[in-house]
C-alpha cells in the first residue's frame, strides 16, 4: 500500500552538506507520521528525526545539524543535513508510520513505523 523510495545519499567530506528525500506513494503519506534512521556498520539502527503533525523531532546527535521537513503536496520528506561528521557515516533509511494525526509521545522506536524504504548510502569521510 505505501513505497518509500530514499535518494540523495553520496560521499563527501567532513563539514560537507547533504540533502536526502524519501518519495512517498500511497494512501497513507498525507497524514502519517514520517522519520529517518540510520545504521552503521556493526551498529543498531538508531532513530534520526521524525515529522508529524505534534512536530518534528531530533535525536541529540544531529540536533542544530539536520532538518527534516515534508511537502505533502509531493507526497516527499527530506532531510537536510550540514556539518556532516564522520560519524554520521550510515545507511540512511526513510519510514512511514500508519498512524496519522498528532503523537503524544516522540515516534522514535522502530515499531512505531510499518512500512520502510531500502536505505542510501551516506559515507563521510575525514
Known amino acids: ?13 567532513a563539514g560537507a552538506s547533504l540533502r ?9 503519506s498525507s497524514s502519517s507520521a514520517m522519520g529517518w ?3 552503521a556498520p556493526g551498529k543498531e539502527r538508531e532513530f534520526v528525526a521524525a515529522i508529524a503533525s505534534s512536530g518534528t523531532y531530533y535525536a541529540d546527535s544531529v540536533k542544530g ?12 520528506v527530506t532531510l ?3 556539518s556532516l561528521k564522520p560519524e554520521d557515516t550510515a545507511v540512511y533509511y526513510c519510514a512511514a508510520s500508519l ?3 498528532s503523537w503524544l509521545y516522540i515516534p522514535k522506536r522502530i515499531d512505531d513505523y ?4 531500502q536505505g542510501t548510502q551516506v559515507t563521510v569521510s575525514s
Open 80 to 82: 537536510q543535513m550540514n
Open 65 to 76: 545539524r539536520f532538518t527534516i521537513s515534508r511537502d505533502n503536496a509531493k507526497n516527499t
Open 37 to 39: 534512521f540510520r545504521q
Open 1 to 13: 500500500q505505501v513505497q518509500l523510495v530514499e535518494s540523495g545519499g553520496g560521499l563527501v567530506q
Open 99 to 101: 498512524r496519522g494525526g
Open 20 to 28: 536526502l528525500s524519501c518519495a512517498a506513494s500511497g494512501r497513507t
Open 114 to 117: 510499518t512500512y520502510w524504504g
